[in-house]
């Protein structure tokens, strides 16, 4: 399995023991083993099938699962078409990996017709996206229902890429998580990309000298390159330098070396309060940094749920019933 070994699986598997009875507000892991015993299997070939034919969605279905918990919760509200839903809001319009949820929710209706949420088999999605990207796997508590309300107004509370480190602390504190959480969560950032539009005012005329001075002197040139001053705000930049499709600790590493691309990811190596998380995990086996990411993922999923008689399980992913 591509160098991980036994050990760091047992590793896993044994940090997670507990997240495996312990869950949010009615979920919990096999929820689907009678109704739909096929169902993660279902999602984990559809998954696989598409990342197959192109890598970045790994990272698109990562990051479509974090932005959906962050907004009315992990409700699949972010799956919505039409116009003022949450897809259509400014800090989502980047998102990708619709047309794979799309994929796995047309197989399991034919399979499981009405039992599968799209809630969960986004979370199942963005786990089997980093087991794919060659990060490890974990448990999924699943049994979220599929919420009624999307709204673009609601994106605001989403982490910017602007944020300074407080900031990112007051948006992850009001979802229940804490600064551990939020620096391993952007540790998702080892995967995928992001537009320069993002970040391309750090390039420029960030103070009355120039550039943001944070970033390394000798990767500016490098950024400037990918995004000139006029123009090319559309142009991706990967979010972890020469390792934008494995799922790794180098993201840390790119901090440290000045070499983070988004304002808000390198205020984490500059704040002290966070500095020693990104410095943990630089000084730890990979494996350690995994199973930390994966406990944060089982948290950051029973974010605000929707479970039993509440919500809807949708026919549709990106319509309500």
Request: hydrophobic residues 40%; proline residues 3%; positive net charge.
């Amino acid at each position: 399995m591509e160098g991980r070994s036994l050990c760091s699986l047992m590793f896993l598997l044994l940090a997670l023991a507990t997240l495996n009875v312990v869950h949010g507000q009615g979920t919990r892991v096999g929820f689907y083993a009678r109704t739909c015993p096929r169902a993660e299997s279902i999602v984990r070939s559809t998954v696989q099938s598409h990342v197959r034919s192109d890598r970045s969605l790994a990272a698109g279905l990562l990051r479509m699962h974090f932005h959906d918990c962050f907004v009315q919760g992990c409700d699949g509200s972010v799956l919505i078409a039409g116009a003022g839903t949450e897809r259509t809001a400014f800090a989502n319009l980047g998102l990708r990996g619709y047309e794979v949820i799309d994929d796995a929710k047309t197989q399991l209706e034919a399979a499981c017709p009405g039992v599968v949420s799209c809630a969960d088999i986004l979370a199942l999605a963005a786990r089997d996206s980093v087991f794919l990207s060659g990060g490890l796997s974990w448990q999924v508590p699943t049994g979220r229902r599929d919420g009624r309300i999307s709204q673009a107004s609601d994106v605001s509370n989403l982490p910017a890429p602007f944020d300074s480190v407080d900031v990112q602390k007051q948006k992850f504190t009001a979802k229940g998580l804490n600064t551990r959480d939020l620096v391993t969560l952007v540790g998702g950032h080892t995967i995928g990309t992001t537009a320069c539009q993002f970040f391309s005012n750090r390039l420029y005329n960030f103070t009355a000298n120039g550039a943001d001075s944070s970033i390394n002197p000798l990767f500016l040139p490098q950024l400037r390159s990918l995004c000139p001053q006029n123009g090319g705000d559309s142009n991706r930049v990967a979010l972890d330098t020469g390792s934008e499709n494995r799922f790794d600790t180098s993201f840390f590493a790119n901090l440290r070396n000045g070499r983070g691309i988004l304002q808000s990811d390198q205020a984490l190596w500059n704040d002290p309060s966070t500095k020693s998380f990104v410095q943990g995990y630089l000084a730890s086996k990979a494996s350690f940094f995994n199973v930390e990411f994966a406990k944060s993922m089982v948290k950051m999923s029973t974010i605000e749920l929707k479970t039993g008689t509440d919500g809807e399980i949708r026919k549709i992913c990106s319509a309500f019933n």
